[in-house]
Each structure stands twice: as structure tokens, then as C-alpha cells.
């Protein structure tokens, strides 16, 4: 959903396991471009965004039934580069992200609106997120200027320090796993073709893509996750490569 190629986009596509098909566009007159948002929710029939950016830094956040999208509640915080999870648009989360300057607020939203719960230990942005709102995690990024290794998990009230990253930078790398002992972090600015494994509390070396990319998008869980466009070449071609796991 959303993104950025010679302009800012509002294209939607959906996997039914073989091919991709392009879906109603994103709403928003003016602000129909809806860059550098994050995605929550574990269904196309039950999906949403939030925290993009066109010409603001937005608070807004919408949904998906699968066939349309619908704006949602407002958030908060306006922000950008934020990271989001979620296994529905009735419990997701969003944390982080840049409005100007780094913030390390935390939102969640039960379908809604959106409360303020408590702040992420670590003020990253472009950093990325994966699992529900009870079991999730934020997984590299960036902070005050430099690539991040650092990662932090989510119990739904608390932020707590998790593993680093092995791989050498996790700025705009992608993850995806339906809970922190199941995560996954492929792809960054500093490396295309990484793949980090999560075991609840250390990271390992895997399997590298084939296709090296990051700042794509990203989904499933441990035993079928996928990672779809994005940039590859050290950020210097888009790509539209799509890729599964395992």
C-alpha cells in the first residue's frame, strides 16, 4: 500500500498466493500520496495504515476491507517513518518515527481511535515492526544520524530491550513473524541481501534473499513470510521483486 517511485502513491495491490492485482486506491484529496506510513493488521479483509506522509507530517490512519479503504481515527501524534504492528485494526500499535524531530511516543488502536500508552526506549525512525499488539517488536532503524542495530520488544504495555541485529545496519531494513520468538529482519540500507532470525532473545545469521532489497514492505509469520519491492543497489533501483520465506 501507499509509497513512493517518481511521485507519492496511493496503489494497493493484494496476493492470492500466486499472482498480485491492483485494489482501489488509498483515500485523501491532496494527501492521495501516502509515503513512508506503516501497515498493521494479518488480513487483506482486515487491514489498516497510519503515520504517512504528503506534504505533513500525518495523524491520520485508515482501513481496509479488503475491497475499499475508509479513513480512520486520528492519531495523536503526527509523525513519519514510524514503525506499526498489529494482527487487526482492533489491536494494533504504533511507535516512533520523525515529525520534525525524533519521537519515541507509542500509540495503539482499537478499531476506533487511538490512546497514547507508553513511550519506546529507544527514539528511532525508518525503523520497522512485526507480531500483535501484545507480542511485537521494533527491529532496527535509525537514530540521531547513524544506522541502528538496536531492536526492542512490545508486551502491550511496556517497551524492553531485545537482541541486536547481526546484520551491519537496520536502517529501512523490512520484518515480518506473528510474535518476537518467531521474528524476522531481512534487507538494509547497509546490506540488501541480510537475514536475521529471532529466537525470543538473541539474533542469528539465515538464509539471505535472493534478490537483495529493503525499504520494502513485508508479512507473514515464521513458516510463510514474504518481503515485496522496495530498493535495491544500495538505494538506487526501485524493484518490484517479491519473495517468500522459507
Given at each position: 500500500?501507499?509509497?513512493?517511485?517518481?511521485?507519492?502513491?496511493?496503489?494497493?495491490?493484494?496476493?492470492?498466493?500466486?499472482?498480485?492485482?491492483?485494489?482501489?486506491?488509498?483515500?485523501?484529496?491532496?494527501?492521495?500520496?501516502?509515503?513512508?506510513?506503516?501497515?498493521?493488521?494479518?488480513?487483506?479483509?482486515?487491514?489498516?495504515?497510519?503515520?504517512?506522509?504528503?506534504?505533513?507530517?500525518?495523524?491520520?490512519?485508515?482501513?481496509?476491507?479488503?475491497?475499499?479503504?475508509?479513513?480512520?481515527?486520528?492519531?495523536?501524534?503526527?509523525?513519519?517513518?514510524?514503525?506499526?504492528?498489529?494482527?487487526?485494526?482492533?489491536?494494533?500499535?504504533?511507535?516512533?518515527?520523525?515529525?520534525?524531530?525524533?519521537?519515541?511516543?507509542?500509540?495503539?488502536?482499537?478499531?476506533?481511535s487511538w490512546?497514547?500508552?507508553?513511550?519506546?526506549?529507544?527514539?528511532?525512525?525508518?525503523?520497522?515492526?512485526?507480531?500483535?499488539?501484545?507480542?511485537?517488536?521494533?527491529?532496527?532503524?535509525?537514530?540521531?544520524?547513524?544506522?541502528?542495530?538496536?531492536?526492542?520488544e512490545y508486551?502491550?504495555?511496556?517497551?524492553?530491550?531485545?537482541?541486536?541485529?547481526?546484520?551491519?545496519?537496520?536502517?529501512?531494513?523490512?520484518?515480518?513473524?506473528?510474535?518476537?520468538?518467531?521474528?524476522?529482519?531481512?534487507?538494509?540500507?547497509?546490506?540488501?541481501?541480510?537475514?536475521?532470525?529471532?529466537?525470543?532473545?538473541?539474533?542469528?545469521?539465515?538464509?539471505?534473499?535472493?534478490?537483495?532489497?529493503?525499504?520494502?514492505?513485508?508479512?507473514?509469520?515464521?513458516?510463510?513470510?514474504?518481503?515485496?519491492?522496495?530498493?535495491?543497489?544500495?538505494?538506487?533501483?526501485?524493484?518490484?521483486?517479491?519473495?517468500?520465506?522459507?
Amino acid at each position: 500500500m501507499g509509497g513512493y517511485d517518481t511521485a507519492y502513491r496511493n496503489y494497493t495491490d493484494e496476493w492470492n498466493g500466486s499472482s498480485w492485482a491492483a485494489q482501489s486506491g488509498m483515500p485523501g484529496s491532496y494527501l492521495t500520496g501516502w509515503y513512508d506510513g506503516c501497515a498493521f493488521g494479518r488480513s487483506s479483509n482486515d487491514a489498516g495504515s497510519g503515520a504517512g506522509y504528503r506534504y505533513n507530517y500525518s495523524a491520520q490512519s485508515k482501513e481496509y476491507n479488503g475491497s475499499s479503504w475508509s479513513m480512520a481515527g486520528t492519531m495523536n501524534t503526527g509523525r513519519q517513518s514510524a514503525c506499526g504492528a498489529g494482527e487487526s485494526t482492533n489491536a494494533a500499535f504504533i511507535g516512533g518515527g520523525y515529525n520534525g524531530s525524533l519521537i519515541t511516543s507509542t500509540e495503539e488502536y482499537n478499531g476506533s481511535s487511538w490512546a497514547t500508552a507508553n513511550n519506546m526506549i529507544y527514539t528511532t525512525y525508518v525503523s520497522n515492526a512485526m507480531g500483535s499488539l501484545n507480542d511485537g517488536m521494533q527491529v532496527g532503524g535509525q537514530t540521531a544520524g547513524s544506522d541502528s542495530q538496536s531492536c526492542s520488544e512490545y508486551n502491550g504495555t511496556n517497551w524492553s530491550a531485545g537482541g541486536n541485529l547481526t546484520m551491519t545496519a537496520g536502517y529501512l531494513c523490512v520484518s515480518f513473524g506473528e510474535t518476537v520468538a518467531t521474528a524476522h529482519a531481512v534487507g538494509s540500507s547497509g546490506n540488501d541481501d541480510a537475514h536475521d532470525a529471532y529466537n525470543g532473545s538473541s539474533w542469528s545469521t539465515a538464509t539471505g534473499m535472493s534478490v537483495g532489497h529493503h525499504a520494502g514492505g513485508g508479512g507473514g509469520g515464521d513458516a510463510s513470510g514474504f518481503v515485496a519491492s522496495g530498493l535495491t543497489g544500495g538505494a538506487a533501483t526501485l524493484t518490484n521483486t517479491y519473495e517468500e520465506w522459507p
